[in-house]
């Protein structure tokens, strides 16, 4: 997915003169061929994120528009002040990408494990939110993020799904089981197991929230009134994320007749060290978990 966003960037920078990426030392081999194509609307500032978005603010008083990329937990977590005061204070145009999402880089430890990303940006008046799920899925997140001139943060996951059922709208259906009872609601790296579990069970339908903020409430309500269960499927902690996002869209709207449930990571801070498979094992993230839980 990387890849594809990169090829979008490149493709957009032609046309919009705006355009600006700003690295953080990450990106081999993915930001060389932006650099030698552009070369006077590149930077990488170094080991200092805090500083990236800095600097991505005042190419926004320049009247640039900043891609800033970098590794998620560096990009959000250690730059989370300048975030809130040098771009969402302002309502600028920067657009955050992270890569490496959940637990890609379990092996480096909790410092690594990206798990609450979206909680600590979410409740940032007027950032977007985006977490792809899949090839086509990151091509029609890139055009809604340009779509707006706002604060926008996309995660990036180390995944390279390609469905052929996305349709043209950027949260949809992937799987629709004629017998299903149970939805579920997924982001990110997470679409994939979720997908196979659907295979495995005929009772469950699967949709793809690539956009989680803003929310489409004229979309949530109608899914809400078809499904007598709903689980949302994240790997992410349960009581700042998706999960956290839906139920107080729930309680708030009153509408549907749904019961929302999670699986997902405890809210705590574990010090476990180990792949991504097996933190799915541990958590319940496996298809066949998925599957038979449900």
């Known amino acids: 997915m990387r ?6 960037l490149k493709e957009e920078m032609r046309s919009d003169k705006r355009i600006f990426l700003v690295v953080a030392d ?19 500032v170094g080991i200092a994120e805090q500083n990236m978005i800095g600097v991505s603010a005042g190419l926004c008083n320049a009247g640039f528009r900043p891609v800033c990329y970098t590794i998620s937990n560096f990009l959000v977590h250690r730059c989370f002040e300048q975030i809130r005061n040098d771009v969402c204070l ?25 798990i609450d990303d979206i909680g600590c940006l979410k409740i940032l008046p007027g950032m977007r939110i985006y977490s792809p799920t899949s090839v086509a899925a990151i091509r029609m997140v890139f055009k809604d993020v340009m779509e707006t001139e706002s604060p926008a943060y996309v995660r990036i996951g180390k995944g390279a799904l390609s469905i052929d059922n996305a349709g043209d709208k950027i949260n949809h259906m992937v799987v629709s089981n004629p017998n299903a009872d149970t939805l579920l609601i997924t982001h990110g790296n997470m679409l994939e197991d979720c997908v196979k579990a659907a295979r495995i069970n005929a009772r469950l ?58 699986i997902a990571p405890p809210d705590c801070y574990e010090d476990r060290i180990g792949d991504r498979n097996y933190f799915a094992s541990k958590y319940g993230f496996t298809p066949e978990q998925i599957a038979k839980n449900l």
Request: glycine letters at 8%.
């Open 90 to 114: 302002h309502n600028y145009p920067v657009t955050l990408v992270g890569t490496s999402t959940g637990f890609d880089n379990g092996r480096l430890g909790p410092t690594h494990h990206v």
């Open 3 to 8: 890849n594809v966003f990169f090829e979008k």
């Open 205 to 262: 339908a699967v949709y793809a929230m690539n956009k989680i903020l803003p929310l489409d409430r004229d979309e949530l309500d109608r899914i809400f009134s078809i499904y007598s269960r709903i689980v949302v499927v994240e790997d992410h902690l349960a009581g700042s994320g998706l999960y956290n996002t839906l139920c107080q869209y729930a309680v708030e709207s009153e509408k549907g007749r749904a019961k929302l449930c999670v």
């Open 26 to 44: 990450m990106g081999l081999g993915l930001v060389e061929p932006v650099k030698k194509e552009f070369p006077e609307r590149y930077i990488n």
